[in-house]
Nanobody, 128 residues
Framework: QVQVVESGGGLVQAGGSLRLSCTAS????????MGWFRQAPGKERERVSC????????IYADSVKGRFTISRDNAKNTLYLQMNSLKPDDTAMYYC?????????????????????WGQGTQVTVSS
């Protein structure tokens, strides 16, 4: 059974930093693309960042480019999202997800439906 668990959310002031972590078990972690998504109240789910199984390919939403960094440690089955220069608009529930199938390519066309395993989310709140 696949389990995806996020951690690291919290309350931070604008301009601050947080690092989210996500562990995935029950699958060959190093074969799956991974992604971070977020959803704020009353808004649609947004793709934040994705990373290929090897870690060589990464994509970012324009809204976080230059501030967030996605990375993975395949030896630890762990995905990270380093978030710097946080803004109140970054406030949302952040979800980690593993691709629906191994070998999923990561391009700018990747969407939420390409991911089949989701965590329960970790809340990030940025105060002004």
């Amino acid at each position: 059974q696949v389990q995806v668990v996020e951690s690291g959310g919290g309350l931070v002031q604008a301009g601050g930093s947080l690092r989210l972590s996500c562990t995935a078990s029950g699958l060959d972690f190093d074969s799956y693309a991974m992604g971070w998504f977020r959803q704020a109240p009353g808004k649609e789910r947004e793709r934040v960042s994705c990373i290929s199984s090897s870690g060589r390919v990464t994509i970012y939403a324009d809204s976080v480019k230059g501030r967030f960094t996605i990375s993975r440690d395949n030896a630890k089955n762990t995905l990270y999202l380093q978030m710097n220069s946080l803004k109140p608009d970054d406030t949302a529930m952040y979800y980690c997800a593993a691709s629906r199938r191994p070998g999923q390519p990561v391009t700018t066309r990747i969407v939420a439906s390409d991911f089949g395993y989701w965590g329960q989310g970790t809340q990030v709140t940025v105060s002004s």
